[in-house]
Structures are given as structure tokens and as C-alpha cells.
């Protein structure tokens, strides 16, 4: 039997991960404990990707809270055209952009923000997912997380290059994720090796960007609980208005 792929080996750490009754954070850190673990050079590796990307300031440009959030027109999982300004008609949007159904740490990512569904549908808001993947991969991430929300495709990752968030891995990363497993050219249809930083953006029904999270280090993520907040303020803000 031929001996198991680095990316198949951190499959069943993700399941208990996953499985955890703890905050996303420890999921995820979890994660990043056992591919330490599994191989040091590798981890050492994202080290320094995560650095070169920080001291370059990748992600500092995207926009702010106070700003409006840029516009976008891109198929989901099925191939539908999915646009802002229709997700907006219905309240306020999180905008989740994550790197793919291969990462590990974005299947816990979305599987965290399908929990908790319910709760931001609660508060009047809803999800959208967004990966350089093309659409049959969407599908799977979707399927993954059993999504209840759109997962759309950004091919090329042109609008995460709009909002300052793409960056080109770097050859030392592309071997290492080449040779664990992890080719990203099957599921981009593109040999760029361009991915987006991963980030979260909270925005309310008028296209204002009320909260982010971006860090160039791909093993952390924005707590749901912090999301929550965001909209809960929004939601009373909204409400005191009505008043």
C-alpha cells in the first residue's frame, strides 16, 4: 500500500478538530499543532511565507470598517451569477474568502460559520463564502460543511486582487504544498498559484463594511462569536432607528 499523502494524513486530525466542542480557534490551532507535528520543515515553511507576507503588508489595503464593500458578480457552486447588491436587498452580508476545500483549516472555517447559521439568519444577516476554486470544488466545500449558504467562485482571484487580498505563494511554498498533496492548479484550472489571503468581512444592508478580520497567516480566522457581535450591534442599531 503506498504510503499516505501529507494532505491525507492531517484528514482525520481536521474530523476531530472539527468534531471539538471548543471555540474556532482551538479547532484550528489544533490543526496547525499536528502539521507542526507531522513535519516541521513544512510548518517552517509557512513561517516564513506568513512573514514574507506580513512584512509586505498583504491584506493592510483591503477595506476598512466605514467603507463601502466593493461589488461583485460571481457564479456559485451550481454556476449561478451571484451579486452583492441581490445578497444586500435581503440585510446585512458576511463575506467570508477562504482558499479552498483542500485547506484544511477553511473547511473548519466554513464548517464554524454553517453552525452557526442559524443564529446570524436570526439576526437578519447571511453568509457568502468565496474561493479562487472553480465550481465543481465549490461544490465539495459546500458539501463539506453541508453549507446552507452560497460558495462562490473568484477564478483568477480577480476580486480578491481588487480588494488587496491575492498574493503568489512563493516557489518554497508551492514545492511543499506540491509534494504534500496539495496542487492547486487541479482545482483552479490555473497554474498561477495565487491565492487570497483569508479574511472575513461583516457588512450591513447598505454596503458599509462594519467589521474585518484579515491576517496573512492562513491558521487563524475571525471568531464567530466576534462576527455575532458585529451583527447583534448592527441589528440593535437598526432597531433603535426604527424606534
Not at 7 to 23: G, I, N, Q, S, V
Not at 57 to 70: F, I, N, S, T
Not at 217 to 237: F, G, H, I, T, W
Request: glycine fraction near 6%; charge should be negative.
Amino acid at each position: 500500500m503506498a504510503e499516505k499523502s501529507f494532505a491525507e494524513k492531517l484528514e482525520a486530525t481536521t474530523e476531530e478538530a472539527r468534531r471539538m466542542d471548543a471555540p474556532l480557534s482551538v479547532r484550528l490551532r489544533a490543526v496547525a499543532d499536528k502539521v507542526r507535528e507531522l513535519s516541521p520543515p513544512f510548518a517552517d515553511i509557512v513561517d516564513r511565507m506568513v512573514a514574507r507576507l506580513a512584512e509586505n503588508g498583504v491584506g493592510l489595503a483591503a477595506p476598512r470598517p466605514g467603507e463601502p464593500m466593493p461589488h461583485f458578480l460571481l457564479p456559485d457552486e451550481a454556476g449561478r451569477l451571484v451579486s452583492l447588491a441581490s445578497l444586500l436587498e435581503r440585510g446585512p452580508v458576511v463575506v467570508s474568502f477562504n482558499r479552498g476545500h483542500w485547506c484544511p483549516y477553511c473547511q473548519l472555517n466554513v464548517d464554524a460559520l454553517a453552525r452557526a447559521g442559524e443564529e446570524i439568519q436570526a439576526l437578519g444577516a447571511q453568509i457568502v463564502a468565496i474561493s479562487p476554486e472553480t465550481s465543481e470544488w465549490a461544490a465539495q466545500l459546500k458539501s463539506y460543511a453541508q453549507a446552507p449558504f452560497h460558495i462562490l467562485s473568484d477564478l483568477d482571484g480577480a476580486y480578491a486582487l481588487e480588494l488587496g487580498l491575492l498574493f503568489w505563494v512563493g516557489e518554497e511554498k508551492k514545492r511543499a504544498m506540491a509534494g504534500g498533496g496539495f496542487d492547486i492548479t487541479l482545482y483552479q484550472a490555473n497554474d498561477t498559484w495565487m491565492l487570497p489571503v483569508p479574511a472575513t468581512f461583516v457588512i450591513d444592508s447598505d454596503g458599509v463594511i462594519l467589521a474585518r478580520y484579515i491576517d496573512p497567516d492562513y491558521r487563524r480566522r475571525m471568531e464567530v462569536e466576534d462576527l455575532l457581535e458585529a451583527l447583534r450591534s448592527d441589528a440593535k442599531r437598526r432597531a433603535d432607528q426604527a424606534r
